[in-house]
């Protein structure tokens, strides 16, 4: 009992320490490469990993882990030049939007289900990421106006549109990662999987560090390929990897983007983000129609192999049956054939 207490707390650990560490990457990744006008910055993934955490940990793992993101954020926020007031509201914000986020795809979207289906998959974005990302929107600019004089309408787009984006991206494939042990049946040989995301890490990149064609068709069949190999665990790591890659690449001013040049930096890393949202999408539905399609075939075969397996005990429990019953109706002398009636009769 003591030792199971022990291993679920060190998986609770590792997976705050985890969720953490991408809040704060996010955070570092947004806050020094990609603010805009406003402060808000035009890619905003953070609130993801913080979503993921109100979702997966109890009570006092999550107070934990909103501590050390609040206070990350703060302290970047002041190292970039933020003020007092900024940095010490931003991080509210944020964490505002992602625990709203956490209760209604927790209260409508069953999240916490042991493998997520596309009703869940499918609710999440709708019932959860869209509601939460426009309320935060109100108040982030509501704090714009107040502090910078920019209008209601930029503000909120400024802070809705890249927070929606963002953790539409991270939050299902985070709960989808961490319920790897729930697609046993998608587990492949590590060399298997090691080369496969090697292999669309290299095509990502092959298709965001060039400017001069759009590429981002060919992400789709590598990212299908993936899905229908490696599961919804799979697909969810191949999903975070190509947004890892693509967006920093974007912001730097690469991939197939650059052909929209009415478009501004903020515009194009939106233009990213929406197609990794897309294939994020088609990722995971596909993976997870897979894994339901699979699992419903392992079921009808086992139970296929228990019926025979009955039907095979009930003939062997019959055998047993007859074979019993013909010992026991044979008495001491029988089991000769009885003279016939017609030879009784004449011996009398």
């Given at each position: 009992?003591?030792?199971?207490?022990?291993?679920?707390?060190?998986?609770?650990?590792?997976?705050?320490?985890?969720?953490?560490?991408?809040?704060v990457?996010?955070?570092?990744?947004?806050?020094?490469?990609?603010?805009?006008?406003?402060?808000?910055?035009?890619?905003?993934?953070?609130?993801?990993?913080?979503?993921?955490?109100?979702i997966?940990l109890?009570g006092?793992?999550?107070v934990?882990v909103?501590?050390?993101?609040?206070?990350?954020?703060?302290a970047?926020?002041?190292?970039?030049?933020?003020?007092?007031?900024?940095?010490?509201?931003?991080?509210?914000?944020?964490?505002?939007?992602?625990?709203?986020?956490a209760?209604?795809?927790i209260?409508?979207?069953?999240?916490?289900?042991?493998?997520l289906?596309?009703r869940e998959?499918?609710?999440?974005p709708?019932?959860?990421?869209?509601?939460?990302?426009?309320?935060?929107?109100?108040?982030?600019?509501?704090i714009?106006?107040?502090?910078?004089g920019?209008?209601?309408?930029?503000?909120?787009?400024?802070?809705?549109?890249?927070?929606?984006?963002?953790?539409?991206?991270?939050?299902?494939?985070?709960?989808l990662?961490?319920?790897?042990?729930?697609y046993?049946?998608?587990?492949?040989p590590p060399?298997?999987?090691a080369a496969?995301?090697?292999?669309?890490?290299?095509?990502?990149?092959?298709?965001y560090?060039?400017n001069?064609?759009?590429?981002?068709f060919?992400?789709?069949?590598?990212?299908?390929?993936?899905?229908?190999r490696?599961?919804?665990?799979?697909?969810?790591?191949?999903?975070?990897l190509?947004?890892?890659?693509?967006?920093?690449?974007?912001?730097?001013?690469?991939?197939p983007?650059?052909?929209a040049p009415?478009?501004?930096?903020?515009?194009?890393?939106?233009?990213?983000?929406?197609?990794?949202?897309?294939?994020?999408v088609?990722?995971?539905v596909t993976?997870?129609?897979?894994?339901?399609?699979?699992?419903l075939?392992?079921?009808?075969?086992?139970?296929?192999?228990a019926?025979?397996?009955?039907r095979?005990?009930?003939?062997?429990?019959e055998?047993?049956?007859?074979?019993a019953?013909?010992l026991?109706?044979?008495?001491?002398?029988?089991?000769?054939?009885?003279?016939?009636?017609?030879r009784?009769a004449?011996?009398?």
């Amino acid at each position: 009992m003591q030792g199971d207490k022990a291993h679920v707390r060190r998986v609770r650990a590792g997976l705050a320490i985890g969720l953490v560490a991408g809040y704060v990457a996010s955070v570092l990744l947004s806050v020094l490469a990609s603010r805009g006008e406003g402060g808000a910055a035009s890619l905003w993934t953070a609130n993801g990993f913080l979503a993921a955490a109100f979702i997966l940990l109890p009570g006092a793992w999550r107070v934990g882990v909103a501590a050390a993101c609040m206070a990350a954020q703060a302290a970047v926020g002041l190292a970039a030049g933020d003020g007092p007031g900024r940095a010490a509201m931003f991080p509210v914000v944020n964490l505002l939007e992602a625990a709203l986020t956490a209760w209604l795809a927790i209260r409508f979207c069953g999240v916490r289900a042991r493998r997520l289906s596309l009703r869940e998959l499918a609710l999440v974005p709708i019932a959860a990421i869209a509601p939460a990302a426009a309320l935060a929107g109100v108040l982030g600019a509501t704090i714009n106006l107040a502090l910078t004089g920019q209008s209601p309408l930029d503000g909120w787009l400024a802070w809705a549109a890249p927070g929606a984006l963002g953790t539409a991206i991270v939050l299902p494939a985070v709960l989808l990662a961490v319920r790897a042990g729930q697609y046993r049946e998608f587990a492949r040989p590590p060399l298997e999987t090691a080369a496969i995301l090697a292999g669309l890490g290299a095509l990502v990149a092959g298709v965001y560090l060039q400017n001069d064609l759009p590429l981002q068709f060919s992400l789709f069949p590598a990212l299908t390929i993936t899905a229908v190999r490696l599961g919804p665990p799979g697909a969810a790591a191949a999903a975070l990897l190509t947004s890892m890659i693509a967006l920093p690449l974007s912001m730097l001013g690469h991939g197939p983007a650059m052909l929209a040049p009415h478009l501004d930096a903020a515009g194009r890393v939106r233009l990213t983000e929406l197609v990794m949202a897309a294939a994020m999408v088609s990722t995971l539905v596909t993976a997870v129609a897979v894994g339901e399609q699979t699992r419903l075939r392992q079921l009808m075969l086992g139970r296929d192999r228990a019926a025979r397996a009955a039907r095979e005990r009930a003939r062997r429990a019959e055998r047993a049956a007859a074979e019993a019953q013909g010992l026991g109706g044979q008495g001491p002398g029988q089991g000769r054939s009885a003279p016939p009636r017609e030879r009784i009769a004449g011996l009398v």
